[in-house]
T-cell receptor, first 114, second 112 residues
Framework: SQTIHQWPATLVQPVGSPLSLECTVEGTSNPNLYWYRQAAGRGLQLLFYSVGIGQISSEVPQNLSASRPQDRQFILSSKKLLLSDSGFYLCAWSVGENNWNEQFFGPGTRLTVL | LAKTTQPISMDSYEGQEVNITCSHNNIATNDYITWYQQFPSQGPRFIIQGYKTKVTNEVASLFIPADRKSSTLSLPRVSLSDTAVYYC?????????????FGKGTRLSVIA
């Protein structure tokens, strides 16, 4: 069966510090991968998605970046965090060219920037 | 992308049937309607998806009228554990197109 891992589960970082969140998927090949952010009391905001290794599409311009160094690994990074980067970060995957609507989400990382 | 409109919140008593309606007036021919459920501090969970008429699974039913400009998620006999945020999304299923957009959803509170 497929599983998705995210770490860390929680993170407290000072403003201006770097960020690296990792997401890995097991049990599937060539998944579509997504990074979302959910600020307190708000809906999910799609940040990046990837259809393959090295292929990244950005939905929202910001100080975040994403990389996909391996088929089932998706990394979210920042060189300098802002207060507004606080939120709940979720990684998700879907499989197949005709099933983007059915996404499976990881447990999330709660990031607090102080 | 077709925009969706849902009620911000709903309350229900345990054991009742809950119907959450979503409006999507600008739905395109190739768009599917998908619903997700999200519990606090967890990622959303796929519930059901449909294109037209009625779809039913072990969790819920999805009713879609002929004009497809709205849809209704029906949860039979809700329990306290169904308290969650429910998202309605509209979009194509094919990769290479713009992915789905999650709105603010409907916060369902089930009361004992």
């Amino acid at each position: 069966s497929q599983t998705i891992h995210q770490w860390p589960a929680t993170l407290v970082q000072p403003v201006g510090s770097p960020l690296s969140l990792e997401c890995t998927v097991e049990g599937t090949s060539n998944p579509n991968l997504y990074w979302y952010r959910q600020a307190a009391g708000r809906g999910l905001q799609l940040l990046f998605y990837s259809v393959g290794i090295g292929q990244i599409s950005s939905e929202v311009p910001q100080n975040l970046s994403a990389s996909r160094p391996q088929d089932r690994q998706f990394i979210l990074s920042s060189k300098k965090l802002l207060l507004s980067d606080s939120g709940f970060y979720l990684c998700a995957w879907s499989v197949g060219e005709n099933n983007w609507n059915e996404q499976f989400f990881g447990p999330g990382t709660r990031l607090t920037v102080l | 992308l077709a925009k969706t409109t849902q009620p911000i919140s709903m309350d229900s008593y345990e054991g009742q049937e809950v119907n959450i309606t979503c409006s999507h007036n600008n739905i395109a021919t190739n768009d599917y309607i998908t619903w997700y459920q999200q519990f606090p501090s967890q990622g959303p969970r796929f519930i059901i998806q449909g294109y037209k008429t009625k779809v039913t699974n072990e969790v819920a039913s999805l009713f879609i009228p002929a004009d497809r400009k709205s849809s209704t998620l029906s949860l039979p006999r809700v329990s306290l554990s169904d308290t969650a945020v429910y998202y309605c999304l509209v979009g194509e299923r094919n990769s290479g197109n713009t992915p789905l957009v999650f709105g603010k959803g409907t916060r369902l509170s089930v009361i004992a």
